[in-house]
């Protein structure tokens, strides 16, 4: 955010403490999201494809940079796409209960074992809810069987010892449902500055 949008800001705020009024704070906050997504818009220049070009060659001519993918677990997949790159925006869209949540925890494990570091965004999820996925995933005992608690002695020890992994696992969970994609962008600057974190999931 630039300073003259800040000084902005600033400026709303203080309105708000001498005379509080919700319909002018929205005006006045939209007013703001207007002029710095403006001034983001004006940052960006166009690029001459030669530039592009000669990067995509440089890339796809050194076989080193295979390595900076981002693998499924899923090996047919994986064959076809080559893995996700970084910079990619993937978006998984499916019904309700087909399972989007069960695949992203897998990637997310997947790739956490790999030592890829991840940040797991959950909008309907508690972070502890979350956690019995992972732990279901890893241990390969069913949800229902942990939910209920239907344990076999070997369900113990399977779960202790997925509980063990998991706690080693470089992975960043965040449960609060009312952040917005602000809020999650900065949540990821920081977990990128402090845990070099190079994956996000988003499930929403």
Known sequence: MSNSAIKQL??????????????????????????????????????PIGEVAARSLERIMNPS???????????????LTGGFRKGELVIIGARPGTGKTKLLVHLCRFM?????????????????????????????????????????????IALNEAGEKLSKLPIFMDDSASQNIFSIREKCKKLVMDHKVQVVFVDY
């Open 65 to 79: 940079q295979l390595n900076n993918n981002f693998y499924s677990g899923f090996p047919e997949f994986d064959t």
């Open 10 to 47: 600033e400026c709303v705020l203080q309105k708000q403490t001498e005379s509080y009024n919700p319909g002018r704070l929205m005006e006045d906050l939209m007013n703001l999201a207007n002029q710095v997504n403006s001034e983001l818009i004006a940052d960006t220049e166009p690029v």
């Open 112 to 156: 956490a074992e790999r030592g890829t570091p991840s940040a797991y965004f959950n909008f309907d999820l508690t972070a502890d809810q979350l956690a019995c996925r992972f732990l279901s995933n890893i241990s390969k005992i069913s949800e229902h069987t942990i939910r209920k608690m239907l344990f076999l002695d070997s369900d113990k």
